[in-house]
Each structure stands twice: as C-alpha cells, then as structure tokens.
C-alpha cells in the first residue's frame, strides 16, 4: 500500500511537543486563571504572553536551537514558565535542584555547557560560588527576585545585569516561535541527585514529555481544568511532568514556595485544590501536623506520591485525612512516574487497613508505559508473581530517556538488552502489581540472606513512637551486615533502642529485625528522600 | 547535543499503536467487564484472547504485513474485536457501511483488495451480490452468525466455509504477535460515503488512532472506566475511535445493534451507561420518544454529538433529558471529531436558550489537533472573528490522514499549502469558537447573496409541528437559485406550506426564506447524515 502521495507532510504531521498545549488553552481559555502565587495571578493568556516575551528574549540574547538554559529557582510562575519559554526559543531546560552545593552547580553548568542562567536570588551565596568556581564571562545570569522569599543573612544579592521582568520586558509577548524540528529534540536536560559520584545528566525529547501529559491524563483520570498545587519541585523530573500537564488541561496551577503543612492545607482548603503530588516525607508531615496547623478539607482531593515506598500506615493515615492517595513509580531517567498503584474495584470490599496493604504497592504500567518487569539478574526472565522473587526493574517506552548528556557508556550498561534497568528491586505480587523492595545497593545481606531494608521500615513505621525509619547495612564480622535502624521520633515521643528491636522482632524473621538502632533526625534531599549514603556511613562509624 | 548514544532504541521508543491498549487492560484489569451485547459477557482478559485467536487465525490463512481484512458488521463484539484482531494479524481494518447496495461493496472489495471478508449474515442478500459481482475465489468469506439479528425473509444466509466463532477456534488464545514496525503504518481503511461518484478510501495510520485515543480522553474529559453505549456506527471513521479509546481506559462497552429510543434509554437505565455518542437525528429519536419507551436517568449522562449541525433546539432538549450534550465536528478524513465545544465557566451564568444556542457552535481544536482555521478561500487568510463571514475549515495535525488509497491526484488537491481542506463553511465568532454553516457544495446562492441552509434549517426547527427539516438550492431563472425545504412533520402534526414561509420570514431576512415547502419523509444514511443530494434532485423535479 506504501505510495508517495501518502507519507507525512505539514497537514498530517506535526512532531509531539507538550509547548503545543499552550497556544491552544490560550486561544480556547484566554480568560481562565492559570498560575496564582501569593498576590500574583496569571490567565493563560498572559503565560502564552510571557512565556514568549522569554523566548524572545533569549533568542535576542543569542540563545539557539539546542543550548542549553539552566534555571535554578522555587515553585514560583518563573519556574513555571521556563517549561515552556525556554524549550520555545529552540533551547534545552536545564532545571537544577535548589538545595545542590555550589561545586555540584558549577559542574552542572560546566558539563551541561549552560548559555544563560535565571537564578533566584534567595539561593545567590551557593550560586554566587558556583559561578566564580566556574568562572565564565559569558554566561548571562537573569535574577529572578521574589519577595516572598524568605531571605537568610546574605541571601538575595544580584547576581546579574538583569532581573527577571526586565528580561522580559525585553521580549515581545506576540513573537512567533517555532515548535521543535523532531520530536526527538531534546526538551529538557535533568541531572540526577546521584548519592555518590558526579550527577548524571538525562535527556528528555519533546514527544516523550507529551505522552507523560497524555498518560497522566488517562492514567491518573484528571478531569478538564484541575486546580493543582504545586508542591513537587519543578526541578524535580521537571515536577513530573505536571508542567505540562495542566496545561493541556487548562488547569490552574497553585505555586508553593515552601512546603509545610500549615501551606498545603490553607491552599487545599482556600483554593479548592483538589489534585496535589508529593514524596512520602510530605505526607507524613500532612499526618503528624499539629491540630492548629491544619483546615478541615470537605471536598475530594487527589494525591500522587512517589520517590520512596511509603509505609502502609503513611498511606492509611494519609487517606484517613480525607486524600485519596494513588502510589507512583519512577525514576528521572522515566520522566518521573511510569507505574501505579491503580486502584481495583474488589478492593472497596477491604477494611482499610487492607486497601492500605494493597496501596502500598507500587503497581501497574501507566497507559503510556510500553512494558514494565521484574527480571531476574541473572538470568533476564521475569520472576514469579509470588510475591516474594526479588528481581530489578525493567522498563522501555515512549517516556524513557534519550540517555546520558555525554554519558555514551553509562547510557549503553543502563540500556542493556532493549531495556532501561532502574536499578531498583521489587517482587510481583499475584495480581501482577509489583512492590519495590530496595534499591539493588540498599540491600541488606546477612548471613546469606537478603534483607530488604523496606520491609524492616515498615514495620518500624507501625511504632506508635516512630515519625520516620531508615534501615541500612551495617558491617557485621560475623554475618557480613546485619540491620541498622536510624528512628526519628514523633514529638514529645520516647523508646528505647531494647524495646524497638523487640517489636520488630514480634513482626519479622529474627535475622531481620535491626541489630542497632539510633535516635537521630534523618538526613532528607530537598525532594524528601532520606540520604541513606550518609547513614551508612554513621552505620560504619557506630 | 546530538550523539549517536542518542538515538531511538528499543528501550526508549515504542511505535504508538492504539493496539497496545489492549495487552495492558488485559494485564491490569483482567477480570473486569470489557464487552456487553444480550447475553455475552466478556472480561478483558477474554477480550484479548479472543483477538489473539482472530489475529492468529488470519496470519493462518496467510493474511500478510499490510493486506486488507474487509468487516461488514454491524455493533456487535464482533465488530469491536476486528480494531484490535486484524491489526494485530498487521493487516489493515476496513469496515463497511452496512446499509451500502451490492455494487459500491463490490467495489470496495475490489477497490480495498480484501483477502478476507468478515460479514455478518443479516447483510447476506447484498454481500452475496456484490461476491457474485466481485468474482473472486481466493476471498475467504466469514460469516458472523448473530442470533439477535432480526432476520427478515432472504437475510440470514451462510456465504462462506466457518462462521466467526468456528474461525475464532481455529486461532491461539496466547499467539505472540507484534506491534506495527513503523507507527506511519496503516491501520484502518474507511470508505467516504460520498453523496455522488465513487467512495474514497481514507487511510488512518497506527500514530493518528494511538492520538486520537488519548486527545478524545483529554478534551472530553473521560474518566477511568467509563460505561459507554455503542450507538455510534463502528464502521464510521472507526466508531469516532471509541473501540480504542475505551480499551485505553478499560472501560465497559454496551454494543447496540439497533439504534432505537427504547433501546438506547433501557441500556443506559439498566447498565448505568455514563458516555454514549449520536448524530442528532438520534438525539431528535430520543427527544421525540413516545412516553412508553422513555426510562428515568438519574445518573450523569454526558453525550458527544456529531455528523451534521445540531439545531440549538435539539440539544436544548436533549439537555433537558438529563443528558449533557458536546458537539464535537470531525471528518472522516480527520479520523472523526477534532473540534469541539468546550464548554466555558461563563456560560454557568447563561440562561438554558442562550447556553443551546453557544453549545450549537462546533468550537475549538481537541488537545489533540495541532490547528484548525477558518480560511478566505482566496487569500487563503484567517477569516475575521466576526461570526458573519463565511470560510472553509482547513485542519493540520497528526489525526489527519495519510491519504487516500490509490488516489493520488484527491490527496494531493485536499492537502494543498500544507492543510486538510474540509469542504465545510463556517464562521468564527469572537470567542474564537466555529460554527458550520454549510457543505461548501450546500450554499445556495440567490441573486448573488449567500443563503446558509443550515440557517434557514435552524429557523425551521423551532416551528412547533417540525420533527426535522433540510433546505437545499432549487434552479431559479430569476434568481439562479432559491432555498426550498423539505419537512419532515412531527407525528399528528401538520402544517401549510404558506404558513411555514411566513414563520421563516418572521426570523430571516426575506431572501433567505425558503420559496417552496415539501412535506415528507427526509431520506437519511445509516449514520443519520439527511441525504441533501436526493432532495437537491426532487428540489429541480418540482
């Protein structure tokens, strides 16, 4: 059937791009809001206008197709923007963690060969050494200045020529643009937090980053027009793609510069959000916050929660709350989430502590999700749906990466076999859903025996004094490691090391109840993860 | 940026197919309800092992990578199971008009070059003609045996060696099979119903159907597991893409096999059926149901509408019924609905008539579709946002067609500056949202002036012994042409043929009434289109 006349042209294709939802929810809802932070509210109109006017102005700057432009900044509008001004002057986003030390940032605008930088000034001392270290005159750094920053001793100062509106006030908010040649173009380039070593710089391409808007959509059952609060850092695998997301959607986003309970319950409740995401740590934080700090919420509110398995008691309180929490998976390298924990009809029938057992669970493919599985390493082939196998996670498909931004051999070991290895490892439960366990190094090994050092967390979390619990392998003569249980305690709580290790022994094997434990606060990320690198070392240290 | 670790590998690209909808339901939801039509029941594990089987039994009999399976069936599983069990074989799905005469079948047969026809045996008296006159013996005929047809004198006949069941059986319930190896390649091939010369085949490819699934998802807002009632034809532009979409959702599908009032309002009292989807002469079928076939619909019903102009009064009572009405317009060549009238905040405040009246507009582009313009047919310029000045609808992006299947010379002339030329009229009001007025080749032009027949009809629909009213162009010496309508009254109604041109003239400008009125029956295809080029043949008999 194959013919001339019937391969693609300009009327019956068009490369995938999530910048197209834009143009048409400001032509279709000019007038609808679309961002609100603080006082400021934008329609979709005037962020189609802004975003030009900063696509315009970078490509007046100089800024081509490809370069890369890095934005260190909050979940303010700016951040917001970038998402779509940056990728339409042709450019790649390069989104930087906030919290990251001032080597890490100058590496990052080194190796990501960054052509101009918008940074808010809140972060300007770990910047302002960033840029010396890197010590380049050409690079353009844009201030983005926000009073409502809380600014510390020494935090605000100018770093650049030019403020954020003043570079936009150099733009023009009717400035054609032009979408991406390929689909396959990079949009977006998000370095991994990495615990060790130099962070990894993952490339996303336009088409992937559409099908995670249309995936969510299908897979998450957004309705038209969500009110979301952003709470994920947009750093973050670009805050999962929600970005994007909304803005198909036409949604109203709520920006949310620091994150604490007292904030995300007023929004919920003055602003009627009714979908928000966030790790595991927020949601603890939501549970654990004191009577004063919270609003009563009467009506439906989605949350999507990923970056650790949470506990199922999180999860259980969580919902108990009145937020309907739906578990995700994924990694940067899958543009954020790619499996969840999609709920089942015959699990109304369950009581709640049940229906939080099987929410625990991370789950299913997204729609989007080509294929996702549980591999044994040795020999490739799926493991038994036993829930007890432990194999890696595999995945291929539309929204994983491009690769490694000058990673040609990372990429190849993380590609190997047709697949992207996320380095994580789960069991498959009898329905098909899979449930992380540990990642492959945060196995514990003792006396033979796999440990996995979720399984010792969850049970820990079921202590009525325990907030937070982190297990970790500690150097064992005898059996090689054993488990080392660092416990933050809810306020006001005591234990006592004797007591804790006892009542994990009544809910585990023996060999998996911890052999130490400590009381000490946990070394979080910005985006909630605990650091478990540092506490093996204070394992080690012990 | 680019680097050859970069490229497209399997782990990170997947050709988009619709067809991958269906393992993943299967896999997710397998016990869930996936088909209902009488008495059969099917789960979606069931589903796609019966499409498995049909694909394997086709790659049996020797249907290669690109042949074409003809089905001619009505609503029925059987139908529903051909979007997925053909494609998957790699064959290209061609679905035929039921109500089509023998010799436009056997052209398609011949036309489409079929190595297999499926057909459901009420149609046998045409089929068995149009075979005869085909002449082919290589063509492997199946019949679908439906014991719900209603079998009148002469239908019924087996025209082949298996009946669909049996040819099911001969397949494997667990065959392997692959997806298509470029997402440009065809999976559909729908015959234009062409009011006048031969039908053309328009080519959908894997990419524009996988798009069309989830842009349909987006922009009308479906939720996860919809129940959603087959009225509309699947073998129309592929039954809107539902049989794909709601397999992306796993949702429940209710086949209808004939589309009555009582029918329709039973399946959505007894099945809780929340989506279904008609051209408007179904919703006038409900509207004007006698008391007895109505049922109480207490749940929320949202309808899509489509296939020609809905009179404002219409969907004012269809509204009235509980149901809420979207129009969406679309062309077969545009693989169904790309527009829609998406409903704004604003129009809350409106009161019911004026809120019908802006739900009469066909409105803005789906997420999906990249543009739509309402262009000068000579300068080829956006027409100004007046809802005065007449243009042509020219659509791009990536739900348009390949092209037509050896028609070289139409594709080219409907492709030209790089737009889908639809052939349809219609103004553009301020908000930005269209309104078909007019088949480009429906405008009757009367002393040099403009007359929109879908005008005049919208006037005529408000007269109160009107069920259904169509306008065409009658030769005029004086004038060259004037409308003259034909009407179809309401049941016990009548109405004079002076007292109707007053009404008209009450509500049009006097050149736009209509000079002459016919009392009778409209003629109508079986999707509900009025056969405007039958009555433009009685309009000169007069």
């Keep these: 059937m194959a013919d001339t006349h019937l391969e693609r042209r300009r009327a019956n294709f068009a490369p995938l791009t999530p910048l197209s939802f834009l143009p048409r929810s400001a032509d279709v809802y000019p007038d609808r809001l679309a ?14 206008e802004r975003c030009r ?6 490509t007046a700057h100089g800024v081509q197709r490809g ?30 963690n906030t919290r990251l030390d001032a080597e890490t940032i100058a590496y990052i605008l080194e190796h990501g060969e960054a052509k101009v930088l918008l940074t808010d000034s809140q972060f300007s001392p770990r910047v302002k050494e960033a840029l010396a270290q890197l010590g380049r005159d050409d690079l353009l750094v844009v201030d983005i200045v926000d009073e409502l920053a809380a600014l510390a001793p020494g935090e605000g100062e100018r770093l650049g020529p030019l403020t954020y509106e003043e570079f936009l006030a150099k733009g023009d908010p009717a400035a054609e643009w032009a979408p991406p040649a390929d689909e396959w173009d990079t949009i977006a380039l998000n370095y991994t937090s ?3 070593g130099r962070p990894k710089g993952v490339l996303y391409h336009h088409r992937g980053s559409y099908l995670m808007s249309f995936g969510t959509i299908a897979g998450w059952g957004l309705p038209p027009h969500p009110t979301y609060l952003y709470t994920v850092p947009m750093f973050h695998c670009n805050g999962w793609g929600h970005a994007w997301t909304m803005t198909a959607l036409a949604g109203t986003v709520i920006c949310c510069r620091y994150i604490t309970a007292e904030n995300i319950f007023n929004a919920v409740a003055d602003y009627r959000v009714d979908h928000f995401g966030g790790a595991p740590v927020v949601l603890s934080m939501l549970i654990n916050a004191p009577e004063e700090e919270r609003r009563e919420i009467s009506h439906p509110v989605k949350v999507m ?11 259980e309180k969580t919902k108990a709350l009145g937020f309907d929490v739906m578990q995700v998976y994924g990694l940067t390298e899958t543009y954020g989430h790619v499996v969840q924990c999609a709920w089942q009809d015959d699990w109304d029938a369950l009581d709640f502590g049940a229906q939080a057992e099987k929410a ?14 549980v591999i044994d390493q040795e020999s490739g082939e799926a493991v038994p749906r036993d829930g007890e196998t432990l194999g890696e996670i595999v995945i291929r498909g539309n929204t994983v990466m491009k690769g490694y931004h000058k990673g040609a051999k ?5 590609f190997a076999d047709g697949w992207f290895h996320s380095g994580d490892l789960a069991v498959v439960h009898g329905d098909g859903y899979l449930q992380v366990k540990d990642r492959l190094k945060d196995i514990i090994i003792s006396g033979g025996e796999n440990i996995s050092s979720v399984e010792v967390e969850s049970v820990l979390y079921r202590h009525p004094a325990v907030a937070a619990a982190a297990v970790v392998a500690r150097p064992d003569e005898k059996w090689g490691e054993t488990p080392c249980a660092f416990i933050e305690l809810k306020p006001g709580q005591s234990a006592e090391e004797a007591e804790v290790i006892a009542f994990s022994r009544q809910h585990l094997a023996g060999f998996k109840a911890p052999k130490r434990v400590v009381f000490q606060e946990l070394p979080k990320t910005s985006t909630g993860k605990i650091e478990k690198f540092k506490l093996r070392q204070a394992a080690r240290d012990l």
Tied chains: 1, 2.
Excluded: K
């Design 360 to 373: 625990a669970c991370q789950g299913v493919r997204f729609p989007m999700t080509e294929e996702v599985r």
């Design 67 to 96: 370069d890369t432009v890095t934005i260190i900044a909050a979940n303010t509008p700016e951040l917001f923007e970038a998402h779509f001004g940056i990728p339409m002057a042709g450019a790649v986003l390069n989104t930087v």
């Design 35 to 48: 961002l609100v932070y603080g006082a400021r509210r934008y329609t979709w109109r005037r962020v189609y």
């Design 53 to 58: 006017r900063l696509a315009s102005a970078l």
């Design 194 to 196: 990495g615990t060790s």
């Design 305 to 315: 929660t990923a970056g650790a398995p949470p506990p199922a008691a999180v999860l």
């Design 410 to 414: 990372a990429t190849e070991e993380v």
